[in-house]
């Protein structure tokens, strides 16, 4: 002979221990139940376990349940509540479903498995939800946000400024070499590194502040070091386009 009572004590003995905080025991009187019975209600929400508990939850469902005296042999008593934000057709679609799955599941324990088809109806129907506080939020975040207008950043673009760079850079050598390193014959003329380390240029370097010292002293340019590779280059150049699309945009 099946021991009814001992299975449900044991299955709310489970429940507990699974749901902790969110199943309770409440009074037959405010169950909304046609019972004696011990009534005990669990709540549901569409939010994710990861997310904190204490956020705000646009909807929450009371799921209540009471044993019947031959449960689990018979479907047990179910009535659904709207804690917060669920309209009473959804409520009553929700029950109806409810009541068709235990019907399907008569002779095992099954009211773990009703409150997990209740909150997988609610993800669906309200999971996706967006609170009214998070729109406003993304919208203004919206309107910070700055569209560039620059030019955008290609591989012909950066060589097209490559080989401008590479240009200026060689005017700016051949203005600080001397007249002869750039008039001698093609086997005595030196690099613009090998003029640098012979230090021929410090001493012109120091004629020409004593010749102007009242000019503004113009800024140092080491043409070797800096940008050794087209990494460097790259680097540069992506700098200098987001100045400009930066200017642009507040124009």
Request: aromatic share 6%; proline share 4%.
């Amino acid at each position: 002979m099946t021991d009814y009572a001992q299975e449900q004590e044991m299955e709310i003995e489970a429940l507990q221990a699974i749901l902790m905080d969110d199943i309770e025991e409440i009074d037959c009187s405010e169950s909304g139940l046609s019972t004696k019975n011990r009534c005990f209600q669990v709540l549901l929400s569409p939010q994710d376990d990861d997310l904190d508990e204490s956020a705000y939850v646009p909807v929450q469902l009371a799921l209540i349940f009471s044993h019947t005296e031959k449960y689990p042999d018979e479907p047990p008593l179910l009535n659904v509540r709207s804690v917060r934000g669920i309209k009473s057709e959804d409520l009553m679609l929700l029950k109806e479903n409810l009541e068709k799955e235990a019907s399907e599941n008569l002779g095992m324990a099954m009211i773990y498995t009703l409150v997990t088809s209740a909150k997988e109806w609610l993800s669906e129907k309200f999971g996706h939800d967006v609170p009214v506080e998070d729109t406003e939020e993304t919208d203004t975040a919206k309107d910070d946000v700055i569209i560039p207008h620059g030019e955008p950043v290609t591989v012909e673009s950066f060589i097209a400024w490559r080989e401008r760079f590479e240009a200026e850079l060689a005017l700016e050598r051949a203005k600080l070499m001397p007249e002869s390193a750039l008039t001698a014959p093609k086997e005595k003329k030196i690099t613009g590194r090998q003029w640098f380390e012979s230090g021929r240029h410090a001493a012109k370097g120091a004629a020409a502040v004593a010749e102007g010292s009242e000019e503004e002293e113009e800024e140092d340019i080491d043409f070797d070091d800096d940008f050794e590779d087209e990494e460097d280059m790259l680097e540069h150049y992506l700098a200098e386009s987001s100045e400009k699309s930066t200017e642009g945009s507040r124009k």
